[in-house]
């Protein structure tokens, strides 16, 4: 399977127009991916419901929060993960569900700093591949595209009063996306 992905930096400011057109267009539920303890995930019938929006609590976007989007109709299947301990974890993840995609939210992690996310999807399916589209074609009208990031306006204010926009906090400032 060859993935498709959108790279961006916004915060809760950029982030609020886009998901509103979104959710007006298409009829989605979320579920937080990652692997966990229990077999057990909230639905989030609007990314509005995630207090979070346009925060981290990271500053590595490997290890920022990200999200299963997938259409209403469709259902989510969790993965059981054997553990070498013995037990299972549980992971909720684009493996067993082809028709999600995968939203890793970006945002402020401290003031001066403001840590990337993306929009992607590693299947073919096409209810996975409308969703990409749909979501990353309202990303693409509204933000500015710099290096390889599509940066929302109020990101690109932080930008230009001197923030860092970063993937990871501690890599060296010539890793930072510039103007």
Avoid: C
């Amino acid at each position: 399977m060859k993935g498709k992905q959108l790279y961006y930096f916004a915060d809760a400011v950029d982030m609020d127009p886009i998901f509103k057109k979104f959710e007006q267009i298409e009829s989605v539920q979320y579920f937080q991916a990652g692997m966990f303890d229990l077999n057990f995930t909230p639905i989030f019938t609007s990314i509005f419901e995630y207090k979070d929006l346009g925060k981290v609590s990271s500053g590595d976007w490997n290890h920022t929060d990200s999200f299963l989007i997938i259409q209403k109709e469709n259902h989510i299947n969790v993965r059981e993960v054997p553990q070498k301990k013995g037990g299972y974890k549980f992971a909720i993840d684009q493996m067993n569900n082809p028709k999600s995609i995968v939203f890793k939210v970006a945002g402020i992690l401290k003031d001066g700093i403001l840590v990337g996310g993306y929009v992607g999807t590693i299947s073919n399916d096409e209810d996975s591949l409308k969703l990409f589209k749909s979501l990353t074609l309202l990303i693409k009208k509204e933000f500015k595209k710099i290096g390889n990031f599509y940066v929302g306006k109020d990101a690109q204010q932080k930008l230009a009063s001197g923030w860092r926009l970063v993937t990871n906090e501690k890599s060296p400032k010539e890793y930072d996306l510039s103007l």
